[in-house]
């Protein structure tokens, strides 16, 4: 044999680095960078979220109402009932004398607002920079809410991020059972909109006949309890505060019925604003809303401090549960709706790794027996370099903790198929060579430089193709170009560089006399 | 073992060159009229709906099934089949749903309550807008990687050759295309990745062939292109033969045993392999001829480029001697 060339050398370390960084992929170990399986593999549920932020825009003029009204209030101004309708605030002043001091709060305190003044009628519009500030936050929030939400939970590893300029993607592997699935929905949709709101003690009477309609008209809004639709509450339609002064919220018992309920605590300033609120209204009704549904109305009975309530109702634990950790992460500014959706159950996941892994062998067995059988020794030489291949491919993936998918587990079996095509061409190169004549060390270097043209453009239209797949496509498709470019180049190394090699290794040790067993042909001169 | 010797008579492949286009042609003309006509059948992930895959205990019963689901207004028109084994079977709709809260599986699980012991293994639901946005971006990034295509080949080869290589190609994957429309397949995102492989690969062998064109212009001394052709077509013959059938192999082993959920992508690999293979023999090749591919102008310029790089040598050698 001839001394150790660099081409072998570089093959046998690239052969190594295949065999070491794949076996935490393959043994599935818990050490070591790893290729993860995609959700169509593992099982698990994706979906592409569109935020309606629309609706952030109109909570936000519910806000900024909530706040005028609170300012007005508190430096005594007094006007005429505050409406919100169609995103515009209207009120009108009763006393002249307190325009300066109007015009001053809302110049100091609220900026980005279009004033629109007739006479004492004032009507607050936002602009368009604040819109679409809102819109652009109340998407961050959608993000950040949901990601809150879904670590709390404590699944394993879900993805959630921002897609394009109003889509959310969120992924979470690992899910059993489609009882699962849908408490998991539940939690990423729940709006866990809390407010607590006045209740119209004058009109309450009334409200079973009430119209919408006639409602608004008092500034009031209709909503039904929780867990009785036909009881109606008419309710002062501007809060008296939300969930966004919420501080924290916890599963606790209730200690006669022990039934599960949610505790919640408020902030310095929405402690202020409760407290204010229950000590000028004692003997009202105030209602706990929950997601626009009543959850109780219990008359204030004194001044409430410390700033912490309850919400109770007919929980089961793991609702309580799923509230707790809605109201902890906050609202969401705007609902979220289904663009896509794909859920792989666990055994359908199993199910696909098996049928792949026995394409990948059968394919695999297949391609090196049929190489044997037509080159021989020299079909051997390929199928040695087909193997390395297969590990680099894998240890690539799992140093770039890259994402198995059924297409990419597609794409690895094409793989098989593509990659001996480069040692196909040179096998059929070295035996014209060697019919014609030339020496074996002749043929072979002769012959890997004829190839070598071919190879390389045909390689470079096919990464061409993969690339552009890869920058175009979605979710599985990504990992079906990944595998296919990944292949592509490592097949360079192992079926060109490598292959060369180890001719040049062995070199001495091919008999000229016996082309049959070498490389497989009959009656060269 | 050797199937194509080494002194095998060369085929003439150009003397029956017209044949084959019409073979080709008709082909080609025949898939055109299978997708106006027939149509694709486009899967959900291009048209938007729901597929609802559920696995029985034991044998599906698919009949009750249809009933049920075709007395509910929303799935009216759905379609449901088995699905690779009678425990198996796949629901197929338009309806979408945009509710977070409550969708079609959770609605499906109350219908099909009391058909028997079932699980719903997967659900894909797509909805028109993002139906929309894939197809658009499947189509960019086909024109686009057969853009690149081209400019790869003309730079490499030249115009001609790139021009050829293209018609090629689309003949390919219309032909493929219209094998899809006749079987009703559906077209889905794999389906898509299937089709770019094989623009790939039908490449692949062209480029092989065109290769050995290239470098029968330098070596073979006729000037005349169809002996050119088709010596270094039949040079290439045992190649393509063998390539294509390691690779069929192995795209037949995932449509044996891949499983149902890779049928489609594997069935368009098959089409595309034999289509392929045929094409770069067949196709890529005479269109070069009728092309009026002039073997003398090209060996004209191949010397001068040559003479230029002697020259642009000679400069270097001077400039590094100091003489220039």
Redesign the interface.
Known sequence: MNKLNYRVVIFLFAFLFGIIFSIPSLMQSSEGKKITLGL?LQGGLH???SVKSEVAVESKVKSIGTTIKYKLDDEDIIFDDLKIEDKSIKFELLDKDDLPKLMKILKDDFKDINIKQEGLKFTLTLNNKLIEETKKNAIKQAVDTIRNRLNMFGLAEPTVAKQGVDKILVEVPGIKT?AD??RI??L??KAAHLQMMAVDEDRDARVSTMSEAEAKQYGDIILTDVSNPKKKYLLRSIPILDGSMLVDAKVGYDRQTNQPLINFKLNGRGAKIFGDFSGKNVGKRMAIVLDNKVYSAPVIRERIGGGSGQISGNFTPQEAHDIAIALRSGALLAP??????????P??GA??IR??M??LI???L??VV??F???GMAGVIADIALIANLFLILAIMSLFEATLT??GM?GI??T???A??AN??IN?RV??LL?AGNSITKSIEQGYN?AF??IW??????????V??F???????KG??LT?SIGILASMLTAILGTHGIYQWILPKIDKNRLDFWF???G?K | MEVFKYNQPIIGFMANAKKFAILSLSLVIISFGLLIFKGLNYGIDFAGGTVIQVKYKGNAPIQQIRDILHQHKSYKNANITYFGSNSDIAIKTKTTSKDVNVDISDQMNTLLKGTGEYEIRAVDMVGPAVGNELRTKGLMAMVLSIIGILAYISFRFEWRFALASVIALIHDVTITLGALALFQIDVNLPILAAILTILGYSLNDTVIVFDRIREGIRTIKSTNLSDVIDESVTRTLSRTTLTSLTTFFVVLTLYLFGGELLKGFSFTLLVGVIVGTYSSIFVASPILMWLKFSISEFRAKEAEKLKREKERERMRAMYEQGTL
């Open positions: 169509d979906m592409l979220l489609q699935e849908q929905r539940e990423i949709a979220v709706q289904v663009e896509e959706k794909r859920s792989v159950g055994s359908l199910d696909s049928a792949s026995i394409a059968v394919g695999f297949s391609v049929f190489m059988i037509y080159y059924l297409p597609a079996v094409l098989v198929g593509m001996v095509d196909v061409i059929e035996r014209e019919h004829n043209t071919a453009d045909a390689n470079i239209t096919t990464l061409i193709a993969a552009v797949l920058a175009y496509g979605t979710g599985p498709i079906f170009s296919i497989g042909i009959k060269a």
